[in-house]
């Protein structure tokens, strides 16, 4: 006969008798006793007195409601030094105002006749072509021939109309046997630096001035150019070597006459296709590793005028970037260091290298031909001529302008992506150097207290007579010092840690031992009471 359990028996069962829970269930109840064991034990000031259960209700909703403020205040904090760290994390900042100038690379500067064809080299070609070419066009006179020459300057400002198609086309054969040779040719046909440069000095020597300047393409064609030292194949070819041809020049000492110093003949007698309405020259100055262009950024462009001395009174900066600048996505640096496309670049990108290349594949694609003064190589690409101005004419308007960069507006600049140059991938520079420059102009002949003209030291022995109209440029530095500037990030990682630590532990106790209590409790408490929770319930 089977006797029944008493009563006490059957309370002690049930009372010992847990039932299994499932897996996520024991997961809760494990945080919610870490938790616990953590409001009751941490350093926090403001949680244990917030959660007591034994004190007053008056003084329980006084604590939750300063623990809310602080906390929101900590938070709020947080969130100024994420939003201040990621939307604007960089800064340029004055590192030296006393760098020495001998540091900073002297500007490269282009001097270019405001006259870009020569008329004695216009008769000379001309009728060397006219002895070449007479059998090919027995109706052609040396008069057609010179019109024809005198047409190259068109190539420079795009210039073209409905009868001048037909006037070209009588020499349709002979532009295209010249096509490949276009460069050459207007070379030979802008005006000479050896005519235009009579003196020269630099870095207080008076020094021949083919030793210093040579014919260079700028943006205005053939220039006389000192200290540019860019190699125009380099566009696309990541090859050190032949980036430069030169090395930098800098200036030594500062001073008016430790500068660059130039005597100048404008030519005004040979003048045959001035690009303004003005005589003198165009004085263009930029870095020495780019392209002469001022749509290309930091381009100075002064002007010269006969009779007069210009003055240029340089103020440079030069910027560097730490190597922390480097680890930002270009979204948000938005710049490039010289080595960062090496595919199309090497280590020399810039953005004056950039906007070139852009413009150059436009043209290509636009109008199949490149024109001959923009720096690419000379690896078989056509060279337009003077048959391809009706396209570069039709997108002159095109060339000139350039779309907002990043600009996410799409209503009301429909027509301005279509009329400008679209280059995305063109970004500024991270590393640079800039100049600015304070001019002042003065007569050429100062008669000073006498009736006789007083002549700079260097021009002295020029045969200078009142319808010489010479003129006369200094460039230099007035002072031995310069500016270096830092870009870098506006707070480290540390700085940044420092201040979070510092704000949150005046307000609740925040340090390093609290996030050691976090640690502790939230991992390795937390696997403890899992555990054996685990065991009990199953």
């Given at each position: 006969m089977k006797r029944n359990n008493t009563w006490w028996q059957k309370y002690r069962h049930a009372k010992n008798h847990r039932s299994r829970l499932s897996m996520e269930m024991v997961l809760r109840r494990s945080f919610a006793q870490v938790l616990q064991d953590y409001v009751q034990h941490c350093s926090l000031v403001g949680l244990k007195q917030a959660c007591e259960r034994d004190i007053p209700i008056r003084h329980r909703v006084f604590w939750i409601i300063l623990t809310a403020l602080t906390y929101g205040a900590v938070i709020y904090m947080l969130m100024n030094i994420w939003k201040a760290t990621l939307s604007n994390p960089l800064i340029v900042t004055m590192d030296s105002s006393t760098y020495p100038i001998a540091e900073i690379d002297f500007p490269a500067v282009a001097l270019c006749n405001i006259n870009r064809i020569s008329m004695k080299a216009v008769k000379k070609g001309a009728a060397e072509i006219y002895q070449n070419k007479k059998k090919k066009h027995p109706n052609a006179t040396l008069n057609d021939f010179e019109w024809y020459m005198l047409q190259a300057g068109r190539l420079l400002d795009y210039s073209y109309n409905e009868t001048l198609r037909l006037r070209l086309l009588k020499f349709a054969t002979q532009n295209a046997e010249a096509s490949h040779k276009i460069i050459e040719g207007m070379e030979r046909l802008a005006p000479s630096c050896e005519e235009m440069l009579l003196r020269c000095s630099w870095n207080g020597q008076e020094v021949n001035c083919s030793h210093i300047f040579t014919t260079r393409r700028t943006i205005l064609g053939h220039c006389c150019a000192f200290n540019y030292v860019l190699q125009y194949n380099s566009m696309g070819r990541p090859d050190k070597s032949k980036n430069v041809i030169a090395n930098v020049m800098r200036q030594?000492?500062?001073?008016?006459?430790?500068?660059?110093?130039?005597?100048?003949?404008?030519?005004?007698?040979?003048?045959?296709?001035?690009?303004?309405?003005?005589?003198?020259?165009d004085i263009?100055?930029?870095?020495?590793?780019?392209?002469?262009?001022?749509?290309?950024?930091?381009?100075?462009?002064?002007?010269?005028?006969?009779?007069?001395?210009?003055?240029?009174?340089?103020?440079?900066?030069?910027?560097?970037?730490?190597?922390?600048?480097?680890?930002?996505?270009?979204?948000?640096?938005?710049?490039?260091?010289?080595?960062?496309?090496?595919?199309?670049?090497?280590?020399?990108?810039?953005?004056?290298?950039?906007?070139?290349?852009?413009?150059?594949?436009?043209?290509?694609?636009?109008?199949?031909?490149?024109?001959?003064?923009?720096?690419?190589?000379?690896?078989?690409?056509?060279?337009?001529?003077?048959?391809?101005?009706?396209?570069?004419?039709?997108?002159?308007?095109?060339?000139?302008?350039?779309?907002?960069?990043?600009?996410?507006?799409?209503?009301?600049?429909?027509?301005?992506?279509?009329?400008?140059?679209?280059?995305?991938?063109?970004?500024?520079?991270?590393?640079?150097?800039?100049?600015?420059?304070?001019?002042?102009?003065?007569?050429?002949?100062?008669?000073?207290?006498?009736?006789?003209?007083?002549?700079?030291?260097?021009?002295?022995?020029?045969?200078?007579?009142?319808?010489?109209?010479?003129?006369?440029?200094?460039?230099?530095?007035?002072?031995?010092?310069?500016?270096?500037?830092?870009?870098?990030?506006?707070?480290?990682?540390?700085?940044?840690?420092?201040?979070?630590?510092?704000?949150?532990?005046?307000?609740?106790?925040?340090?390093?031992?609290?996030?050691?209590e976090i640690i502790y409790y939230f991992v390795v408490r937390f696997i403890q009471v899992l555990c054996s929770n685990w065991k009990l319930y199953h």
């Open positions: 030594k000492q500062a001073g008016m006459h430790r500068g660059l110093i130039v005597v100048l003949d404008p030519l005004l007698e040979d003048y045959a296709y001035p690009l303004r309405n003005v005589e003198g020259f263009f100055l930029f870095d020495p590793t780019h392209f002469a262009d001022p749509s290309g950024g930091r381009v100075l462009q002064r002007l010269s005028e006969p009779n007069e001395v210009t003055v240029l009174e340089l103020r440079s900066v030069k910027q560097i970037a730490t190597a922390e600048v480097r680890k930002y996505p270009l979204s948000t640096r938005k710049c490039l260091f010289h080595d960062e496309v090496p595919e199309h670049f090497g280590n020399m990108y810039s953005y004056s290298a950039c906007i070139a290349r852009c413009r150059i594949k436009t043209i290509r694609s636009l109008c199949k031909c490149t024109p001959y003064f923009l720096p690419a190589g000379n690896n078989g690409e056509t060279v337009c001529s003077l048959m391809d101005l009706w396209c570069l004419n039709k997108y002159r308007e095109k060339l000139l302008y350039f779309y907002p960069f990043n600009s996410n507006a799409k209503i009301g600049l429909e027509m301005e992506r279509l009329d400008s140059l679209n280059c995305p991938e063109c970004l500024p520079d991270c590393e640079l150097t800039k100049h600015s420059t304070k001019s002042s102009v003065f007569p050429f002949r100062d008669r000073g207290l006498g009736d006789q003209p007083v002549l700079p030291d260097i021009a002295k022995g020029l045969n200078v007579t009142e319808s010489s109209n010479l003129a006369m440029v200094y460039i230099y530095q007035p002072t031995n010092d310069g500016v270096l500037d830092r870009l870098d990030v506006v707070s480290y990682w540390y700085e940044i840690l420092s201040n979070i630590g510092g704000f949150a532990g005046i307000l609740v106790g925040f340090s390093i031992i609290s996030v050691v």
